[in-house]
């Protein structure tokens, strides 16, 4: 049985960082993870992914701000972030789903449906 547990979000002034971790059990370093995030009243977002190879997608408003990462000896996903700003404010939930091919994973992961998610960590950005 699949089980995601985020952990490590929280309150911070704008232009701090967090780091959010992900605990994974019964998802296996076949499975690609990813971030993804929802405002009050917004749709889910999607944040970064992560493939069963490493290789790492993300979103463009994100890119050098948002640092996705896995370590599959201890089945823990992390996203970094950086420079937060408010609009970055949300809860932010874990995803885990079996891998297909990398190009497939990169056309798909934004839009797909995942299959496992965890329950989200709040993290919010004001001054």
């Known amino acids: 049985q699949v089980q995601l547990v985020e952990s490590g979000g929280g309150s911070v002034q704008p232009g701090g960082s967090l780091r959010l971790s992900c605990a994974a059990s019964?998802?296996?370093?076949?499975?690609?993870m990813g971030w993804f995030r929802q405002a009050a009243g917004e749709g889910r977002e999607a944040v970064a992914a992560?493939?069963?190879?490493?290789?790492?997608a993300d979103i463009g408003s994100m890119k050098g701000r948002f640092t996705i990462s896995r370590d599959n000896a201890n089945n823990t996903l992390y996203l970094q972030m950086l420079s937060l700003n408010p609009e970055d404010t949300g809860m932010y939930y874990c995803?885990?789903?079996?891998?297909?091919?990398?190009?497939?994973?990169?056309?798909?992961?934004?839009?797909?449906?995942?299959?496992?998610w965890g329950q989200g960590t709040q993290v919010t950005v004001s001054s």
């Open positions: 995803a885990a789903d079996f891998c297909d091919s990398y190009w497939y994973f990169l056309l798909t992961w934004s839009s797909k449906e995942w299959a496992y």
């Open positions: 019964g998802v296996s370093s076949s499975y690609c």
């Open positions: 992560i493939h069963k190879d490493g290789q790492t």
